[in-house]
């Protein structure tokens, strides 16, 4: 599979806090790469500096940061919003507010197209119709004349998503698509992103701190903790042999039917995740984990378990 996404050591940070430290990731053609971990650890924030759309103020370095072979740190702001929603997509975390709540769903979809692709009015609202009926969404002709406030949250995730695809993009990042919510839709969300994707061949990046959907739908996980990748694997073999201590704490936590009884109580990684300010050394879970010694605030090596599978850790077992 040829790659669509390249971010090497990625480094983001605010004022005082380091948000994203050395954080590597690629996407390939036609997979779907999950980015998981706890709320705070830097998932939403590496999507955002792919994106460029971080806050004024943020500090984004990378050794490669990269769309096709074309460097984004070099690209200028009009080179960027010309790839932003064109080749690169993204569904935003909130679909309660990502849509503009002053103009209907039938305006903000069309403008995406006929801003990228020169469209006409009636070929933009031809495709945005298509769309919206590919998504599941019914009579689309009446939905492009409602206002977003009209629309349950159900549906305005999947106008999120029918408009992050009115321009085919090669790239789609889905930042916690399905947070906001009932399980019934979720299920649902999640069936439909990864049909498109099969149907498509879109490189999905799909920000997320659930692992049943992990689970379900990706080809390849980076397990995220503090602002940096602790642990890479294709998804069937961080499930059989996690070696990071926090992903192992991670699958403790989930809960698995016929093995958990009824009085038995869930496990949990005690603590929270540390604000790292810049210069911080050694390795950020330490606090919480009951493998850390004294060598924990050095030199953490990233050791290698098989094939595509990287671990930041000095454990070796």
């Known amino acids: 599979m040829s790659i669509l996404l390249e971010v090497e050591r990625l480094e983001v940070a605010f004022a005082r806090t380091s948000a994203v430290r050395g954080a590597s990731l690629t996407v390939a053609r036609g997979e779907t790469h999950c980015l998981v971990g706890e709320s705070g650890c830097g998932k939403s924030v590496t999507a955002l500096s792919v994106m460029n759309l971080l806050a004024r103020g943020a500090r984004r370095s990378a050794e490669r940061l990269a769309f096709e072979g074309q460097d984004l740190l070099g690209l200028s702001e009009s080179g960027m919003a010309r790839l932003r929603g064109n080749a690169m997509a993204m569904i935003f975390q909130e679909p309660m507010t990502s ?62 998503i029918a408009m992050a695809l009115m321009c085919e993009p090669r790239l789609l990042i889905a930042d916690e698509p ?19 994707q099969r149907d498509l061949g879109l490189g999905m990046l799909l920000i997320t701190h659930d692992l049943g959907i992990v689970a379900r739908v990706a080809h390849r996980v980076s397990v995220m903790y503090a602002g940096e990748v602790v642990e890479s694997a294709p998804t069937a073999e961080l499930f059989a042999n996690p070696r990071h201590p926090y992903t192992q704490g991670l699958l403790r936590c989930v809960p698995v039917p016929g093995r958990i009884r009824r009085d038995e109580p869930l496990g949990s990684i005690p603590g929270t995740v540390p604000r790292i300010a810049p210069g911080f050394a050694g390795c950020a879970f330490r606090d919480r984990c009951s493998f850390a010694d004294p060598t924990c605030s050095g030199a953490i090596p990233r050791r290698a378990a098989g094939t595509g599978h990287e671990f930041l850790c000095r454990l070796t077992a």
């Open 99 to 160: 849509l503009n709540p002053a103009y209907t769903v039938g305006s903000q979809m069309t403008e995406v197209m006929r801003r990228h692709k020169k469209a006409s009015q009636r070929a933009a609202t031809d495709r945005a119709a298509d769309l919206l009926a590919r998504v599941g969404i019914t009579a689309p002709g009446l939905r492009l004349g409602q206002f977003p406030h009209q629309l349950s949250g159900g549906l305005r995730q999947r106008v999120m």
């Open 178 to 196: 399905t947070t906001a919510l009932d399980v019934t839709v979720q299920a649902q969300i999640l069936r439909l992103l990864a049909g498109l």
